[in-house]
Structure formats: C-alpha cells, structure tokens
C-alpha cells in the first residue's frame, strides 16, 4: 500500500520509470517509460501529450 501511495503522487513518477525501465523489469528505453508514466512526451503521430493523469495507480 505505501508503494501504491507513493506510485500515485507524480512527483515520484520519473524516479520510478528509472528503477522499473531496466532489463530485470521492463526492458525498455527509460525516456519511453517516463512518457508514459508522466504522461508528457510524444504521441507518436508527430504530436505531443501532456496528460499527467494518463495512467493511476489504484490500490
């Protein structure tokens, strides 16, 4: 639960792309990870998002 509820705040959201982005995780680029978890980056259609609430975690 306390991992969950520090998931949640996105202040935290870059620090976790960087642990879970790693070959042992994931195993993906780390800047396509924090996209996603932040919310900010490209949209794949020469576009970007920003939408910081584009992903949750819900307990």
Same mark, same amino acid.
């Given at each position: 639960?306390? @991992?969950?509820?520090?998931?949640?705040?996105?202040?935290?959201?870059?620090? $976790? @792309?960087? @642990?879970? @982005?790693?070959?042992?995780?994931?195993?993906?680029?780390?800047?396509?990870?924090?996209?996603?978890?932040?919310?900010?980056?490209?949209?794949?259609?020469?576009?970007? $998002?920003?939408?910081?609430?584009?992903?949750?975690?819900?307990?």
């Amino acid at each position: 639960m306390d @991992a969950i509820q520090y998931s949640r705040e996105s202040a935290h959201r870059e620090k $976790i @792309a960087e @642990a879970i @982005a790693p070959r042992q995780y994931l195993n993906q680029p780390e800047d396509v990870v924090k996209a996603v978890l932040t919310g900010t980056g490209p949209d794949g259609k020469g576009g970007m $998002i920003d939408d910081p609430e584009r992903i949750n975690f819900d307990p």
